[in-house]
């Protein structure tokens, strides 16, 4: 399986494979379970390249490390899955 990191440089760089609608499921401890969010919303942290930043509904920047990312879906489908 391709790593995250390769993925998201596919989906950034690879302007026919970066089409489409893509959702990141991350870990969230606190709600205990998967949230989804849209690609376009996480946004990279400037001096970071293992977390991601995004706005929860209340208004609040959460950093989100990559390695609770275990899902990537592609407009509607499932395309990776962490297996640990």
Known sequence: M?????????IRWDSEFGR????????DHVR??????PLHE????ADSLSCF???????HVL?????RVKEVWKNGELIWRRVR
Not at 42 to 45: G, N
């Open 63 to 67: 950093s989100i490390p990559y390695h």
């Open 53 to 59: 930043e995004i706005t929860d509904e209340g208004g």
């Open 42 to 45: 996480a946004r990279q942290e």
């Open 32 to 37: 205990g379970g998967l949230i989804y969010v």
């Open 20 to 27: 489409g609608e893509f959702k990141l499921g991350y870990l």
């Open 2 to 10: 391709m790593p995250l990191h390769e993925l998201l440089s596919r």
